[in-house]
């Protein structure tokens, strides 16, 4: 009887569950809304200007879209919402604050951002946050032995004698492309914070040679990002003007064979015109030695 | 010794010089109203742009420089063939040498002007010349052009010399107004055949029918160098220059036969304009389209097997969106002439001059694929772009103005067969040897 009885409960709940959780799951569908992705960071900059950024998205059929026009809470440290701003067409929602703003810490000495989406009749709401200390990152370039040497170190703001280095942690230095930037160096800061690596020699650059060379500690778990650069004439400055010949296809001046060949042809044709003139002018004047 | 005489032909061909008929005017206005809509069409392009043609940032080219690239072969082909004529001393050459030497000047009158219809900024035009880069083959193409101009109008010029001196010798008899009788004096430049002066001109006429041939390759070259010196695909083709030379003779040939069908039956020349006539030139149609066919085959079968990405979009883009005009252009224009004139059954004048009339158009379609088609081809993909700004196609205005080069071809025909005889006289009269006398020898020297 007990196991019938056990059997009877466990098929009771086995058809509840059957009903309620595909119910479950069509209620879920009916209110129609989807979740986006709030991607939060922090990039302290050159100036020490710290810009947040918030990113809103929404993946459907494998393709990420930005939502643009959406309004995006910023909380800096406090429950209470320090600015709102509104997504531009890239998703992004940009705050920057400015060097000596004083933001509150946490006991760890972190301060806390969070970025939220209310959400609206489509979207759910999102949100995002992130704690992280504040970093020092300083750049040298120095010529040793002939050999362009960029130097960075980094180090937890104090006093003197109270600031910390970054020993251990990753450190990438890139030089700026076109398009893109382009890394040159990558490594960790040794027990004194400091990381050296050595410039390519064969690097264009703009026309007097200047390159912008930036180094950036990123994604950093204590520290988030923070970038120092300078801008320096290390490049091999670019020629983008004619080289080579002065007489080509791009230049002013005609390649010498096209403007004998062009000489030689015409010449040539024109000749055969004038000759021939000469001869009609020969046919006229006879007809007036006859007429004489 | 021929057994025509100045005086009986002039005498034959006098109706044709005298005052219009009938049919003559009336042909005229159909050709002037023509002509008259054309200049609406370029008033409307001149007071509102180039928005008014089919051309916009993609196919930059269009109609007009279809038509300039078509003119410009029926004038080389004029050239080449009166130039070939003459040196050759093709016997049945007589008859038909001055309308292949019109064909040539009035092809080349209205080629060029089709490319002033292309250009929105008339003001920078005298930089061709001021500023000059002779690496740019339009500028090869200015220096060409003006150069085979000069050089076609002094060959034209020596070939009326005679029939001019006949004309002014036969003013009386043929009862010419005065106007014409100065006219044909002043171009006579008093020419009276002595033996020096048919020396001069003999030997001035062979230089120039050399220099014609040559100047009509290498300017027809020229043009298809525009074409080929670019990387674009469809175009950038070592065949090119031989590719447009023989296109041209092909669809000059063409004309050269229609022309003929027209003068012999408004004008009853049955007895000069033989159906011998309509057969050799068909010949010479047949071999010209043999070759244009295969040159054709050859270009098309290159690209196609080579597969490189940008021509295989091309090529399927003319058997896609195409397919009906490139069949009439490269099968129907190549194969119809060729089986009309092979079947000696089909070889009569009225189906030779069709199966011409067919090249001709074939031909201006076969400009139209080479131009169009490429341009809606570019390397870089069109994005956020009109269709209609993607595709081509010609507007009323770019019609009206093709409709009036064809009328100005037309009623130049029309005028200058009303000023010479459209038979030429001192052809069909003289001997095709010149005979070096010794007392001209001593009065040269």
Redesign the interface.
Known sequence: MKQSLKTVIFSRIVVILLVFIPALAIAQESTGKEDPTLEFTCLKKNDGSKLLTATLTIFRNRVTYPIVGSHIAFFLGTDTVSAVITTNPDGKAYLLLQLGLVLPLNKEGKTECMARFGGNDSLNTAESSFAVMDAVLKMSLNLIDSVKTVAVWAFQPGNKQDSIPLAGEPVNIYVSRMFSLLKIGEGSFDDQGRFTAEFPADLPGEADGTVQIIARIEDNEKYGNVEVSQSYPWGVPSMHGPTGSHRALWTEIAPMWMVITLTILLSGVWGHYIYVIIQLILIKRESKKLKL | MSSYTTEGLLTEFAPQLARPSKNWITWFVFFLLLFVFGMYGLYTQLTKGHIVTGMRDNVVWGIYIVNFIFFMGVSYAGALLSGVLHLFKTSWRKPIIRMTELITMVSLIIGPVFILFCIGRFERLPYLIIFP???SPIV?DV?AIS?DL??CF?FIY?SF?EDMAHLRDNAEALNLSPWRRKLYKYLA????A?P??KK??Y??RN??AA?II??AI?VYSVLAWIFGVTLQPGWHSTIFGPYFVIAAVYSGTGVLLVLMWVFRRIYHLENYIKKQHFVNVGVLLFIIGAFYGYFTFSDYLTKWYGSARMDKLLIDKLFRNYYWLFIFSNYVGVLLPMIIIAFRRLRTINNISFGALITILALWVNRYLIVVPTLETPYLPIQDTRLDWVRYSGTWVEWSLTFAGIAVFCLLFMIISKLVPIIAVSEMVESDEYVVEDDVESLLS
């Open positions: 880069r002779i690496q090869w220096i150069t000069v050089g002094i020596l010399l430049i008093g020419y009276t002595t020096i002066q001069l001109l030997f001035s230089v120039m220099m040559a100047i290498i």
